[in-house]
Every structure is written in structure tokens, then in C-alpha cells.
């Protein structure tokens, strides 16, 4: 049974827009801690996304040391229990993860649009 690459095929048409127009090339696992942050309801801490991640504490620091550095995310110290750091959204990560999400409606579209395409092709 063969495999429908649909998903991966948009997922590389996002990728290539989002390297040709220069964002940040985030690692898999700093885009990971970013979907969980702004998809997933708040709060959010270095020790709650390692469990979900099911990777190190010092893993997840140094993806937010990058985000952080890219104003994606910020940390603050938890008032309530000053061991945890929580983890916010930011304005700047908004407007890149909605940038984002604009260009994978994007690449969907013209997938489907060129697919179409090759069906006329196809049918002459």
C-alpha cells in the first residue's frame, strides 16, 4: 500500500518558503517547544516541556536560549514557586508561528493547485 506523502509534501513547501523569505532556521526540537508553547494553554515550564518532549532539562534550556536569543519566548522566574521558570509567549513569536501557519495554508494550496494541474496534463 503506498504511503500518502500529502503532509510531508506540504511541510517542504513551507520550509522552502520559509527559507527563501530568511527566517530563522529553528531545529526540530526548538519548533517543537514553540508549537507546544503557543498551541498548548499555559503554563509552561522548562521541567513540564521536558516531560512532554520526553527529553533533558538542558535540552530544552538550550532550545530556549535560542528562542530566547529570537525574542520566540521568554522565561520568567515562577513568583509562586521560585524553583520553576515559566516559559511565555512573546509578540515577535506570534507573528513568526502565524507567518508560519500562512505559509503551510499556502504550500497546501498550491500543492493541490499543481496536482490539479498535472490531472489536466494528464487527461489532454
Same mark, same amino acid.
Given at each position: 500500500?503506498?504511503?500518502?506523502?500529502?503532509?510531508?509534501?506540504?511541510?517542504?513547501?513551507?520550509?522552502?518558503?520559509?527559507?527563501?523569505?530568511?527566517?530563522?532556521?529553528?531545529?526540530?526540537?526548538? *519548533?517543537?517547544?514553540?508549537?507546544?508553547?503557543?498551541?498548548?494553554?499555559?503554563?509552561?515550564?522548562?521541567?513540564?516541556?521536558?516531560?512532554?518532549?520526553?527529553?533533558?532539562?538542558?535540552?530544552?534550556?538550550?532550545?530556549?536560549?535560542?528562542?530566547?536569543?529570537?525574542? *520566540?519566548?521568554?522565561?520568567?522566574?515562577?513568583?509562586?514557586?521560585?524553583?520553576?521558570?515559566?516559559?511565555?509567549?512573546?509578540?515577535?513569536?506570534?507573528?513568526?508561528?502565524?507567518? *508560519?501557519?500562512?505559509?503551510?495554508?499556502?504550500?497546501?494550496?498550491?500543492?493541490?493547485?499543481?496536482?490539479?494541474?498535472?490531472?489536466?496534463?494528464?487527461?489532454?
Amino acid at each position: 500500500m503506498a504511503r500518502d506523502l500529502k503532509p510531508l509534501e506540504v511541510w517542504c513547501g513551507a520550509l522552502t518558503e520559509s527559507v527563501r523569505r530568511d527566517t530563522p532556521d529553528l531545529s526540530a526540537r526548538q *519548533f517543537a517547544v514553540m508549537l507546544i508553547v503557543y498551541i498548548e494553554p499555559p503554563p509552561h515550564t522548562v521541567r513540564g516541556l521536558a516531560a512532554k518532549l520526553n527529553v533533558s532539562k538542558p535540552a530544552i534550556t538550550r532550545a530556549l536560549d535560542r528562542l530566547s536569543q529570537l525574542g *520566540f519566548l521568554k522565561r520568567k522566574r515562577d513568583e509562586e514557586d521560585r524553583r520553576n521558570v515559566l516559559v511565555q509567549r512573546t509578540v515577535k513569536g506570534s507573528v513568526y508561528l502565524s507567518d *508560519f501557519a500562512d505559509m503551510v495554508v499556502k504550500a497546501e494550496l498550491d500543492l493541490a493547485a499543481r496536482k490539479a494541474e498535472m490531472g489536466t496534463q494528464a487527461a489532454q
